[in-house]
């Protein structure tokens, strides 16, 4: 399979930007996806927020199983603090800025104690198509910031009020490279990764693989009974779809795009694609 890898030019500046904003925050939000955690953990966003007070938020929570409960339990066992959420769910924004609050209690306190009203502030930072801008406009109480399913729709910074907040939309930001080929797939999956630059091929049928193995019951109640290969799966689904070219061949793009639309859009269930160990090998 291919190597994936994907770091334009934009996201140098970006992260030069937040770089150079992090001074100005009081603590920063990570939006991670809840159905791959370990796969959206950037490193090097961690190492930007050095000392300052981190927030995890596991989003789109409703798209992953109960699995996604052990892997909250093994991030909070690292000491860091993460909440599961819906960012499409006003549930999810008295949760958030219950959080939000406690990270900052004590500077509150502080102020208040010198009659100031002092505002503070949050970067929200993550790799793209996460939820960023979503959870942002939870918090806002309306839309403000611009929001899209398709990877790096955010490019530059936004300041937005919320709630005696300040919160800073940033661009979506990847590692510099992926060293570990696995949980890049699973950011492919899951749309963090410009499908243009993807050999769509390549993950159709390595998240069909997976599927099989982890999820095989989902495959069969969406699908029917398929093959015993990614290519038949592939093949079986086409057939079904009636996603055939002329002479019988089949359309294999077509059933490509499919699987993956459907796996992103929850038809396929409730799925969860790291493991804990994936997790533990995060330093969050």
Request: aromatic share 6%; net charge positive.
């Amino acid at each position: 399979m291919k190597q994936i890898q994907w770091y334009p030019g934009h996201m140098t500046a970006a992260m030069r930007m937040m770089e150079g904003h992090i001074a100005l925050v009081d603590g920063v939000i990570f939006v991670l996806d809840a159905r791959c955690p370990a796969a959206s953990f950037n490193p090097k966003l961690k190492k930007m927020a050095g000392a300052k007070p981190v927030l995890y938020v596991l989003n789109k929570a409703d798209l992953a199983d109960e699995r996604v409960d052990i892997l909250l339990k093994r991030i909070r066992e690292q000491g860091a603090t993460v909440l599961k959420i819906n960012a499409v769910n006003n549930a999810s924004r008295r949760d958030i800025l219950g959080a939000i609050e406690k990270i900052v209690a004590e500077k509150r306190e502080r102020a208040q104690s010198k009659g100031q009203n002092k505002v503070f502030r949050f970067m929200v930072a993550g790799v793209p198509n996460t939820g960023k801008s979503t959870l942002i406009n939870l918090l806002a109480g309306s839309r403000r910031a611009e929001t899209g399913d398709k990877a790096g729709v955010t490019r530059g910074k936004q300041w937005i009020r919320s709630d005696g907040f300040e919160l800073l939309d940033t661009p979506g930001t990847m590692p510099p490279a992926f060293e570990n080929q696995y949980l890049a797939r699973h950011l492919a999956y899951v749309g963090s990764i410009n499908d243009d630059i993807l050999d769509i091929d390549d993950i159709a049928l390595e998240l069909l693989k997976e599927l099989a193995e982890k999820y095989p019951a989902r495959l069969v109640e969406r699908y029917g009974d398929l093959g015993d290969t990614p290519l038949n799966m592939l093949e079986t689904v086409c057939k079904r779809r009636g996603f055939m070219l002329r002479g019988g061949e089949y359309d294999y793009e077509r059933g490509e795009r499919a699987v993956i639309d459907d796996f992103r859009k929850g038809k396929l269930g409730r799925i969860t694609l790291d493991s804990a160990a994936d997790v533990d090998n995060c330093k969050f």
